[in-house]
């Protein structure tokens, strides 16, 4: 148990009860973080940001762990890593916070006026709750139905909070998409606050995991929308953005059941001229972290390409990506069918019949790729729009998830480390912390 908790800086359970973590690597080297924040001078932004941007200028040091995640013999040097976090360093650094767009359209919140709207944020309006943030349900003035989003004090000091809450706040001020969230406002007294339009429907995993289900039109539709909103991020937003933590509970739903890609704190800026990013810690929830991610800190967009995968899963099957009785993971378990191309066993009991097959068959075969243990063989998220829309060539589940043992040895990118390696690790880390 002393083993596990040195082990798990963080552990929580979502409000969808996925599990939920922050990993500490096994390295002893210090790293500096400095995000992007707002530009208080910027027409749109208050006073109060002045103060805010002053805290988000000081660089918080933190000390990583010695003790080793998992006992593999993928090692990081200690040249390599300092190397690697010099990168971290200068790609943070390079993030100038006159870059952030102003949006006038956006309030600055105080806290009587979110009190007011969210009744004292009582239980009753409580509707989200995680390791980091409360949700509540509230009504403005003016008849507007709002989501508050409150952050919650934690571990972190004040200027690492502070920090978190600007980078959050930069990156989605770059957002302008149908299938991201829409920010109404901010507040910063009282606490640190998001003040988003509510999502009429809630949280996917609301809906899906509930008694009643979903339809298969409906999760079709948020498939698509999901694709579509990630290949935004990826490709068309004016920042490159890296979500980290894609995952049914992160995907609002509003009247319309199109879905809204949400919770950008542990989103990502990534340059353009970067294949990738080497992140410490390695923060997301088990069952939708990519192997490279979570062995390595490795990400990319491929990183949340791994996690669409695993949510086109959820939504075929109806399960959630880690079983809370028997802790398997989704894709362990779907592994097999998509190989053998079994759509009636994958397919959630509760739709029966009523689902297209051909859409189904579509999701299957884009999963079955999404989730591919070597990130270089997954694809990226315009061709998974295509494949989706049925605009892309179907090819053979078996031909694209059954391969020769010689390539098995390319699992993210480094060098004999197998799809069994990599779900017998998280198995067995999932297994250390949940003692």
């Known amino acids: 148990m002393a083993l596990a908790r040195n082990n798990a800086k963080e552990f929580m359970s979502d ?76 790609a943070e650094d390079s993030i100038d916070i006159g870059d952030i767009p102003a949006k006038p359209s ?42 508050v989003k409150r952050l919650m004090k934690n571990e972190k000091d004040a200027a690492d ?45 609301s809906l899906l995991f509930g008694s009643a289900g979903m339809d298969w039109e409906k999760r079709f539709k948020v498939a ?18 890296i979500h980290r933590d894609i995952k049914a509970s992160n995907i609002l739903l509003n009247e319309n059941y199109e879905a809204e890609i949400s919770d950008f704190g542990l989103a990502k800026w990534l340059p353009n001229k970067w294949a990738n990013h080497v992140v410490f810690p390695i923060e997301g929830t088990f069952g939708y972290l990519a192997p490279e991610y979570f062995m390595h800190g490795i990400v990319d967009e491929r990183t949340d390409v791994f996690a669409f995968g695993v949510l086109l899963l959820e939504l075929i099957t109806g399960r959630r990506a880690v079983d809370s009785d028997s802790r398997q993971s989704l894709v362990t378990w779907a592994k097999p069918l998509l190989d053998t191309n079994n759509v009636k066993d994958i397919a959630d009991p ?15 075969v884009t999963a079955s790729m999404c989730v591919h243990h070597a990130s270089s063989k997954r694809p990226f998220m315009n061709k998974v729009v295509q494949l989706l829309k049925g605009e892309e060539a ?32 998280m198995s067995r880390h999932m297994q250390l912390i949940m003692e």
């Open 15 to 90: 409000g969808d009860g996925s599990p939920r973590a922050i990993l500490e690597t096994p390295v002893s080297e210090t790293e500096s973080e400095t995000d992007s924040s707002m530009d208080s001078g910027k027409e749109g932004y208050l006073m109060p940001w002045k103060s805010m941007v002053d805290v988000f200028k000081f660089k918080s040091v933190r000390k990583l762990t010695s003790i080793p995640l998992l006992s593999v013999s993928h090692d990081i040097s200690r040249k390599g890593l300092t190397k690697k976090l010099a990168r971290i360093r200068s």
């Open 106 to 147: 956006w309030r600055n919140f105080d806290y009587e006026e979110l009190a007011a709207a969210t009744k004292n944020f009582s239980a009753e309006n409580l509707v989200g709750k995680g390791g980091h943030a409360e949700v509540y349900k509230g009504c403005l003035p003016d008849g507007q139905i709002i989501a």
């Open 161 to 205: 909070r502070a920090g978190d809450f600007l980078t959050e706040l930069g990156i989605i001020a770059h957002i302008n998409h149908t299938n991201a969230t829409h920010l109404v406002g901010f507040g910063v007294d009282g606490g640190l606050f998001f003040v988003l339009q509510l999502a009429a429907h809630g949280s996917l995993s």
């Open 224 to 241: 698509v929308g999901v694709a579509e909103g990630l290949h935004y991020l990826h490709k068309e937003c004016p920042r490159r953005i």
């Open 350 to 364: 509760r739709l029966g019949e009523a689902y297209d097959r051909t859409e189904m068959i579509r999701v299957m």
């Open 394 to 425: 179907i090819i053979d589940i078996k031909q694209n998830s059954i391969e020769p043992k010689s390539q098995l040895l390319e699992a993210c990118d480094l060098e004999d480390y197998t799809c069994s390696s990599y779900l017998k690790d």
